[in-house]
Nanobody, 120 residues
Framework: VQLQASGGGLVQAGGSLRLSCAASGSIFSINFAGWYRQAPGKQRELVATITSSGTGNYADSVKGRFTIFRDNAKNTMYLQMNSLKPEDTAVYYC???????????????WGQGTLVTVSS
């Protein structure tokens, strides 16, 4: 199983980006997923999570600006980021809690990270 994160880049403050996280390989079900970010010199922080039914939860710092959603048919999760601020600059990592087969326990997998840079 691999998670491939993409969509990062350079954007001006106030702009938008959409990150994608595509899961590939032998996947039975994706239960829980989300995004973390790590800014230079700071600890990794949780940005948003999404349940198997599509319910999203957000860090206070991004609430109202970011939207997490998923396409179960494509095993892909997205993070729509609007009204970006310079303090959103970070490497964004996706993760997923999934099963590779019905009888398997849940396992946690991570993507490689994608850099988001917001200029002022």
């Amino acid at each position: 199983v691999q998670l491939q994160a993409s969509g990062g880049g350079l954007v001006q403050a106030g702009g938008s980006l959409r990150l994608s996280c595509a899961a590939s390989g032998s996947i039975f079900s994706i239960n829980f997923a989300g995004w973390y970010r790590q800014a230079p010199g700071k600890q990794r922080e949780l940005v948003a999570t999404i349940t198997s039914s599509g319910t999203g939860n957000y860090a206070d710092s991004v609430k109202g600006r970011f939207t997490i959603f998923r396409d179960n048919a494509k095993n892909t999760m997205y993070l729509q980021m609007n009204s970006l601020k310079p303090e959103d600059t970070a490497v964004y990592y996706c993760y997923a809690v999934l099963r590779v087969m019905a009888a398997a326990p849940n396992g946690q997998y991570w993507g490689q990270g994608t850099l988001v840079t917001v200029s002022s």
